[in-house]
Each structure stands twice: as structure tokens, then as C-alpha cells.
């Protein structure tokens, strides 16, 4: 699980004195002053469409500058959150300040913003979204949010209402890291995404050793298009992974081969660049092969 995974990792922070247990104590006590420190920082990752290669938005990407330790992955510090209950305050933060950003970029460029299952199954969800809309006049199309199949692994009425509450204040709808946890085609069928997000896993590699990858990639977009959604084939490294991407019908496409994540006046410098003449075919300016 997420929560395994996030303690494996605290060998990277563990000084040897500190047991695994104190050292998360730790870092807990921090994360909770971090908001307030100001340490938390929204990173932004150009989203690309495949074929014409115009800027369609990019994915808000929290990170950690915690005094001492550098610069923390959300990979580390977002399970540790949820089991600190932090998750809900820095997920506030995180749509509030994403919605800010992305209401200084062309219309037509939309900001996607991460979710975790917490967040989704929290009724004042609805409120605190439409509260970051309001304070940053930001339309709800330009607003994406990202779940993963998590928040499938308990079947409730509630999920399903909370689905369609958002679809009906406007924001977008994607599932993010399709593939690897729970997949299951029948909330595929009742939920009302408008995007699916293919993980890396599949991606990274499919145009070299992996044909499996390829036919998995294939058929997640056949599915997808069947259902009227759009599909973002996640970090596209390389050339070869692109044009694989491209010819394999991808709508979508976010990798390092466009962009890594970036500080938000780097983002919007992009944005003003390149959205505004999105609709004309602009090119996204990835370096040459
Ligand atoms: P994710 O939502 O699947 O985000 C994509 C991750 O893949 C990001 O890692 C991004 O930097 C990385 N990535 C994108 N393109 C490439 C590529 O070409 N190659 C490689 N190697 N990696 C690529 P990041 O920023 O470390 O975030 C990790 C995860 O942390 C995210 O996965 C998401 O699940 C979570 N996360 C990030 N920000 C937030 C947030 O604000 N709230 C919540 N709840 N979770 C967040
Ligand atoms: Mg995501
Ligand atoms: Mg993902
Ligand atoms: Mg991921």
C-alpha cells in the first residue's frame, strides 16, 4: 500500500540514532508547522497534446522545502499527512494555490490537482473547491482533479454522490495512474470521468523491449475513446516513447521529454507563451532530437 511504501522509505531520512518510529514523530511535528512556514511549494509539469503538441495545461505537483532536510517528495510526505491527518490542510492549500496560478494563464490552459481518497470521501470537499474557484475567479473547466482507483476500494453511495456532485459544479474528472491498483471496468462504467491517465509503468520502455506495455497502452485507449474520455499517457521520456504515444492514439501526454515540473512563474511564462496561440497548432517547444 501507499503507507507501506511511504515508511520503507524512511531509511533515506533515518540518522542512525533515530528509530524509524521517532523519525517519522519527527518529521510529523514538522509537516505540521510546514503550511504556516510557508515550506510548501506548488511545482507545475506541462500537460501536452499528443498530436498538434499545443500546451493543453499542466499537473500541480506539491513539494516539501523543509529547512534542513532539502527538498521532500510528495511520494514521502503525502502518506505521511494522511496518517498525521495533515492531508485535508495541505490539500486545501494545494487547490487554493493552484487555483490562483492557474487563473493568471490563458483560458484554454487547465491545471490539474491531485486528490487523495481522504480528501475525496471528505464531505466539506464540494465547499473547499468551490471556495478556491470563488477566491481566484478561476472557471471550473480549467480545473482538473486527479483521483486514483483508490478511492473505488470501498464501494459507497457516497463515492458515487460525491462524483456527480463535482461533475455538476463544472470541474473536470480524471483517474490518475490508471492500471495500477484496483482497476475495475465497472466504475469505469458509473464514473463520470472525462479523462484517464495511463501510469508510467506502461508507458516508460513500451516503444523498446515491452511490446505488452504497447497492447496494454492500446487498449486502454480504445476503451477510453469508446467512453468518450481522454487519455494522458504519464512520463514520456524519450523520443521513441512520444512516437509510440502518438501512434498508438494518446489525446494526452506529460513526461520529462516535454518538461519537468517547474516553479509556478516559470509555468506561467509558458502558459502566456504558448497558450494563447494553442488553438492556431503553436508547437510546444520541446528540444530537437
Ligand atoms: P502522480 O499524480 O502520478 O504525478 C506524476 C509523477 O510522475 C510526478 O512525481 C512527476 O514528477 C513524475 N513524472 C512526470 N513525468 C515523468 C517522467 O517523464 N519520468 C519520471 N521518472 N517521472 C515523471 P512527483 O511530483 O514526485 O509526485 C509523486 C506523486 O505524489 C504524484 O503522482 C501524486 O500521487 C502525489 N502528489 C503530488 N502532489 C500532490 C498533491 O498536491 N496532493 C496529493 N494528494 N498527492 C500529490
Ligand atoms: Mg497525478
Ligand atoms: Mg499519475
Ligand atoms: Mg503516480
Not at 531520512?13 to 511535528?29: C, V, Y
Request: one cysteine or more; hydrophobic letters at 45%; charged letters at 20%.
Amino acid at each position: 500500500s501507499a503507507k507501506a511504501a511511504g515508511r520503507g522509505t524512511f531509511a533515506f531520512f533515518a540518522p542512525e540514532m533515530h528509530s524509524e518510529a521517532q523519525d517519522r514523530q519527527l518529521i510529523e511535528n514538522d509537516l505540521r508547522k510546514a503550511i504556516g512556514r510557508g515550506e510548501l511549494e506548488l511545482f507545475f509539469q506541462p500537460v501536452v497534446h499528443a498530436q498538434s503538441e499545443a500546451l493543453a495545461g499542466f499537473e500541480a505537483l506539491v513539494r516539501w522545502n523543509h529547512p534542513t532536510r532539502g527538498s521532500i517528495s510528495p511520494a514521502l510526505f503525502v502518506p505521511l499527512a494522511e496518517e498525521a491527518g495533515l492531508i485535508l490542510q495541505i490539500g486545501e492549500w494545494v487547490l487554493r494555490q493552484a487555483c490562483a496560478e492557474a487563473a493568471r494563464w490563458p483560458e484554454n490552459i487547465r491545471v490539474a490537482v491531485n486528490l487523495s481518497p481522504t480528501q475525496f470521501t471528505d464531505p466539506s470537499l464540494p465547499g473547499t473547491i468551490l471556495s478556491a474557484l470563488a477566491a481566484s475567479q478561476l472557471p471550473p473547466r480549467q480545473l482538473e482533479l486527479e483521483i486514483t482507483e483508490g478511492v473505488f476500494l470501498v464501494e459507497s453511495e457516497a463515492t458515487d454522490d460525491m462524483f456527480a456532485t463535482l461533475k455538476g459544479m463544472g470541474v473536470r474528472l480524471a483517474l490518475d495512474d490508471f492500471g495500477t491498483g484496483y482497476s475495475s471496468l465497472g466504475y469505469l462504467k458509473k464514473t463520470p470521468f472525462d479523462k484517464i491517465k495511463i501510469d508510467q509503468s506502461f508507458v516508460r520502455g513500451a516503444a523498446k523491449r515491452d511490446s505488452r506495455n504497447a497492447a496494454i497502452v492500446r487498449a486502454i485507449v480504445t476503451l477510453a475513446e469508446s467512453l468518450g474520455m481522454d487519455t494522458t499517457a504519464e512520463g514520456a521520456e524519450t523520443h521513441d516513447e512520444l512516437a509510440l504515444i502518438r501512434s498508438l492514439g494518446c489525446s494526452h501526454v506529460q513526461g520529462f521529454i516535454f518538461g519537468r515540473p517547474m516553479p509556478a512563474d516559470e509555468a506561467a511564462a509558458l502558459a502566456r507563451q504558448n497558450g494563447a496561440v494553442a488553438a492556431d497548432g503553436f508547437q510546444f517547444n520541446r528540444p530537437a532530437r
